[in-house]
């Protein structure tokens, strides 16, 4: 949900993908660094603040359990003025980068508010360790709702020792930390007076089928054709996967770092297709947002890119189309060859040490969504042109080989998430809900205001998170008027203090 402290970075090369050559994309998150670096057309004069560590409560519910652990954060008092905003990002579900206190579009509004600004890190990812392992029993300690009562304890101390209690606090937060922005101006209205909620998903669920859905109603927009070539691919990746000649073609043709053989165990080939399924719905959810990327060969990686070779039906076929998408994508993310093996996909998911690639969050994340969200993105629609390869249980089967998760409890947390939380029924004011229509998690946000004191915007042609970058000439002129409107109604919940 995958989020600015919580945006996905496009095409990155991680060393996760490079050392196992599994798919970059799950769940709608990147493995690796889960989040993105801003490219903007001005420099700063002043660098990242270095970061600093607060003693946090392990467990905010238990007042039994007096332990503490050190929670990563960053400030940026530059712009402050007195009487001004406090601003504080929400740490997302991967490390955070202290780049977000020089570039982004908060950044150009604390300078105008004259704000303090705070990055907190989400307990378990990057730096922020609270326990000595990643084992199921430290990962208790792991859910949306410790992570809001780390924000309200580190927000009082942090007003209270810079004498800043009388000041507003404002959150930010894009995919899973803007609905952690949401759900904070719900659930501690006393210590936050406003909040920005960026491409949040608000409703949790098991089976997220119109993810798919929504992938094909952008492709639509650039080419019906498009999509009939994808289900064409598609259909033909399914009957190739049936027959043991034409599957020992499909090493080569797709890149694959083992043949495709009768060896192959069912969720080998459900893992094959749901990972070249998500080659589509990456490059949609990242749509021509403002991100930077890490080599020359992927900045130009749009729908349109992948509809262009989908529809040149000079030579290949759809089938081989498909692949070359594939092949696009490895190269763009320094990958030699596509492992789809089951095993080899859960295995850095099953690492329980604190180590570079585990600190990225893939293991966290998978968690969450077993215990809390779902947000499985499946193949179950009829409306959608990948192949009904990568059901429900594929996924909910991660749960189990992971963790010895049962359905029931994925279940009963999802009922439990929604009924706390209230899913698109929260009672709320003093909330921006943005959302970009290209973006597959706006299906699962919040898309019409919930009064004249909770506007939604939804942005048309936008993708995930694209209201949250930096400003550049070429942003398209929705996602433009989205940012006054934001800004809009910051000045009119917080004030102008930059001119006081």
Same mark, same amino acid.
């Given at each position: 949900?995958?989020?600015?402290?919580?945006?996905?970075?496009?095409?990155?090369?991680?060393?996760?993908?490079?050392? &196992? /050559?599994? =798919? $970059?994309?799950?769940?709608?998150?990147?493995?690796? +660094? *889960?989040?993105g %670096?801003?490219?903007?057309?001005?420099?700063?004069?002043?660098?990242a603040?270095?970061?600093?560590y607060?003693?946090?409560?392990?467990?905010?519910?238990?007042?039994?359990?007096?332990?503490?652990?050190?929670?990563?954060?960053?400030?940026?008092?530059?712009?402050?003025?007195?009487?001004?905003?406090?601003?504080?990002?929400?740490?997302?579900?991967?490390?955070?980068?202290?780049?977000?206190?020089?570039?982004?579009?908060?950044?150009?509004?604390?300078e105008?508010?004259?704000?303090?600004?705070?990055?907190?890190?989400?307990?378990? &990812? /990057?730096? =922020? $360790?609270?326990?000595?392992?990643l084992?199921?029993? +430290? *990962?208790?300690? %792991?859910?949306?709702?410790?992570?809001l009562?780390?924000?309200?304890?580190?927000?009082?101390?942090?007003?209270?020792?810079?004498?800043?209690?009388?000041?507003?606090?404002?959150?930010?937060?894009?995919?899973y930390?803007?609905?952690?922005?949401?759900?904070?101006?719900?659930?501690?209205?006393?210590?936050?007076?406003?909040?920005?909620?960026?491409?949040?998903?608000?409703?949790?669920?098991?089976?997220?089928?119109?993810?798919?859905?929504?992938?094909?109603?952008?492709?639509?927009?650039?080419?019906?054709?498009?999509?009939?070539?994808?289900?064409?691919?598609?259909?033909?990746?399914?009957?190739?996967?049936?027959?043991?000649?034409?599957?020992?073609?499909?090493?080569?043709?797709?890149?694959?770092?083992?043949?495709?053989?009768?060896?192959?165990?069912?969720?080998?080939?459900?893992?094959?297709?749901?990972?070249?399924?998500?080659?589509?719905?990456?490059?949609?959810?990242y749509?021509r947002?403002?991100?930077?990327?890490?080599?020359?060969?992927?900045?130009?990686?749009?729908?349109?890119?992948?509809?262009d070779?989908?529809?040149?039906?000079?030579?290949?076929t759809?089938?081989?189309?498909?692949?070359?998408?594939?092949s696009?994508?490895?190269s763009?993310?320094?990958?030699?060859?596509?492992?789809?093996?089951?095993?080899s996909?859960?295995?850095?998911?099953?690492?329980?040490?604190?180590?570079?690639?585990?600190?990225?969050?893939?293991?966290?994340?998978?968690?969450?969504?077993?215990?809390?969200?779902?947000?499985?993105?499946?193949?179950d629609?009829?409306?959608q042109?990948?192949?009904?390869?990568?059901?429900?249980?594929?996924?909910?089967?991660?749960?189990?080989?992971?963790?010895?998760?049962?359905?029931?409890?994925?279940?009963?947390?999802?009922?439990?998430?929604?009924?706390?939380?209230?899913?698109?029924?929260?009672?709320?004011?003093?909330?921006?809900?943005?959302?970009?229509?290209?973006?597959?998690?706006?299906?699962?946000?919040?898309?019409?205001?919930?009064?004249?004191?909770?506007?939604?915007?939804?942005?048309?042609?936008?993708?995930?998170?694209?209201?949250?970058?930096?400003?550049?000439?070429?942003d398209?002129?929705?996602?433009k008027?989205?940012?006054?409107?934001?800004?809009?109604?910051?000045?009119?919940?917080?004030?102008?203090?930059?001119?006081?």
């Amino acid at each position: 949900m995958h989020s600015p402290p919580v945006l996905a970075f496009l095409l990155i090369a991680s060393s996760w993908n490079a050392a &196992y /050559g599994s =798919s $970059h994309f799950f769940q709608g998150k990147y493995r690796g +660094s *889960l989040k993105g %670096l801003p490219a903007s057309n001005h420099s700063t004069s002043y660098g990242a603040p270095g970061e600093q560590y607060f003693p946090q409560k392990l467990d905010h519910f238990n007042e039994a359990n007096v332990t503490t652990w050190p929670q990563r954060f960053w400030v940026q008092d530059k712009f402050h003025k007195p009487k001004g905003p406090v601003f504080v990002m929400i740490g997302g579900e991967g490390p955070e980068n202290p780049i977000w206190l020089t570039q982004g579009q908060w950044i150009g509004w604390a300078e105008k508010f004259g704000a303090i600004c705070f990055i907190l890190e989400h307990r378990f &990812y /990057g730096k =922020s $360790h609270p326990t000595p392992d990643l084992s199921v029993e +430290s *990962l208790q300690f %792991l859910s949306s709702e410790q992570a809001l009562a780390d924000l309200a304890n580190f927000i009082t101390n942090q007003t209270a020792a810079r004498n800043l209690k009388d000041s507003k606090v404002v959150t930010f937060g894009g995919s899973y930390p803007g609905s952690l922005s949401a759900w904070f101006r719900s659930k501690y209205p006393h210590i936050v007076h406003a909040a920005i909620s960026s491409s949040a998903p608000m409703v949790a669920v098991e089976d997220f089928a119109d993810y798919a859905v929504v992938v094909k109603n952008s492709l639509n927009r650039s080419s019906p054709q498009c999509v009939q070539n994808v289900q064409a691919a598609n259909d033909a990746l399914q009957a190739a996967l049936k027959n043991p000649d034409s599957a020992k073609k499909l090493q080569d043709l797709f890149q694959l770092c083992t043949p495709v053989s009768n060896e192959n165990s069912k969720k080998d080939l459900e893992n094959l297709v749901e990972s070249l399924a998500g080659n589509f719905m990456e490059v949609v959810q990242y749509n021509r947002d403002n991100r930077a990327f890490e080599g020359a060969q992927a900045t130009n990686i749009t729908i349109d890119t992948l509809c262009d070779i989908m529809t040149d039906d000079s030579t290949d076929t759809a089938l081989q189309r498909y692949a070359r998408v594939n092949s696009l994508l490895l190269s763009a993310t320094s990958q030699e060859c596509l492992n789809f093996t089951y095993e080899s996909f859960l295995e850095p998911l099953a690492n329980t040490e604190w180590t570079d690639e585990t600190s990225a969050g893939g293991r966290q994340w998978t968690y969450q969504t077993c215990t809390e969200f779902g947000f499985f993105q499946t193949s179950d629609s009829n409306n959608q042109p990948f192949a009904p390869m990568f059901p429900l249980k594929f996924f909910v089967d991660q749960c189990r080989d992971l963790f010895g998760l049962s359905e029931e409890v994925l279940k009963n947390g999802i009922t439990e998430t929604n009924t706390y939380y209230g899913g698109r029924d929260l009672k709320v004011d003093h909330i921006v809900f943005v959302n970009g229509d290209i973006d597959p998690w706006h299906a699962l946000g919040i898309t019409k205001r919930h009064g004249h004191n909770a506007p939604a915007v939804l942005i048309k042609g936008a993708a995930h998170c694209s209201d949250m970058y930096p400003s550049r000439d070429e942003d398209i002129p929705e996602v433009k008027l989205a940012r006054v409107i934001i800004e809009f109604f910051l000045r009119k919940w917080i004030g102008w203090f930059a001119e006081a």
